[in-house]
C-alpha cells in the first residue's frame, strides 16, 4: 500500500458521499493544529515582548541608580576634598604622594616649613591665662 495515497476512507462519510461545503476529519484536525499554533505563537510573541519590556524597565531602573550612585561618590569626594587643608589642595597630586607619600600632615609641615619641634620654634606664641596663672603659682610658692 502507497503511504502517500489519502485514506479516502476516512475523508468520507459511511454513506461514500460529500455534500458541498463539509468539511472532512482531517480537515477540521489541520485547521485546529492551524489555530493551536497560531495561538501559541501570537502567545510566544506577547511573552517576548512582555520580556523585552521587563528588560528595558530594569535597564532604566539600573541606569538610574547607577546615575543616583555617581552622584553620591562625587559629592563624597568633594566633601572629602574639601576637608583637606588649602595648601595640600592647591598642591600638584604628584607632588603629594611622590614627595610626602600621600600623608597629609607630611605635606603641611612641608608646605609650611615646619621642623619636628612644632610651630613654636618658627613664631612664639602668646601665653595663656592658664599658663601665666601656672606660672605665678610656682614663683609665689617659697622654697
Do not use: W
Not at 505563537?41 to 538610574?64: G, P, Y
Request: with cysteine; charged share 30%; proline share 6%.
Amino acid at each position: 500500500m502507497n503511504s502517500s495515497l489519502p485514506d479516502t476512507n476516512r475523508d468520507t462519510p459511511q454513506d461514500g458521499c460529500l455534500s458541498p461545503g463539509a468539511l472532512s476529519s482531517r480537515t477540521v484536525r489541520s485547521v485546529n493544529r492551524e489555530a493551536h499554533l497560531q495561538l501559541a505563537h501570537a502567545q510566544r510573541q506577547a511573552m517576548v515582548e512582555n520580556f523585552d519590556m521587563e528588560i528595558d524597565d530594569k535597564i532604566r531602573s539600573m541606569r538610574a541608580q547607577i546615575e543616583a550612585d555617581k552622584m553620591d561618590l562625587i559629592l563624597k569626594a568633594d566633601c572629602d576634598i574639601a576637608q583637606l587643608p588649602k595648601c595640600v589642595r592647591d598642591m600638584p597630586l604628584v607632588t603629594f604622594l611622590r614627595e610626602y607619600g600621600g600623608d597629609v600632615s607630611a605635606a603641611v609641615r612641608g608646605v609650611l616649613k615646619i621642623d619636628d619641634k612644632g610651630i613654636e620654634s618658627m613664631v612664639p606664641l602668646p601665653e595663656t591665662p592658664l599658663v601665666i596663672r601656672a606660672r605665678r603659682k610656682v614663683a609665689a610658692k617659697p622654697t
